[in-house]
Nanobody, 122 residues
Framework: QVQLVESGGGLVQPGGSLRLSCAAS????????MAWVRQAPGKGLEWVSG????????GYADSVKGRFTISRDNAKNTLWLQMDSLKPEDTAVYYC???????????????RGQGTQVTVSS
């Protein structure tokens, strides 16, 4: 079965950086687009970024554009999210998610992991 295991969250000061990782197993990782989504306290799920199966196309929410970078290594079945210039409003549980297709645009994610907490605070 599909397993998505996130790691790399933690407490960071405003302006700092974190790199989230997602280890994928149970499916053919290289055939599917992937995403990062997040949920802040008391709020709904927010799409953060998506990447096509081969990594050639990426997309970002306006709130993170220019600060976050999504990437993947299909040989290692791993997805990353590099987060720079973090702000308190980035505080959330971050989830790695799988799309049902090779592309992310116009699609909804179908499965996600258990999440990793990111807290941005001084």
């Amino acid at each position: 079965q599909v397993q998505l295991v996130e790691s790399g969250g933690g407490l960071v000061q405003p302006g700092g950086s974190l790199r989230l990782s997602c280890a994928a197993s149970g499916f053919s990782f290289r055939h599917y687009a992937m995403a990062w989504v997040r949920q802040a306290p008391g709020k709904g799920l927010e799409w953060v970024s998506g990447i096509t199966n081969g990594g050639s196309s990426t997309g970002y929410a306006d709130s993170v554009k220019g600060r976050f970078t999504i990437s993947r290594d299909n040989a290692k079945n791993t997805l990353w999210l590099q987060m720079d210039s973090l702000k308190p409003e980035d505080t959330a549980v971050y989830y790695c998610a799988k799309y049902p297709d090779p592309v992310w645009y116009g699609r909804d994610v179908e499965q996600r992991g258990q999440g990793t907490q990111v807290t941005v605070s001084s």
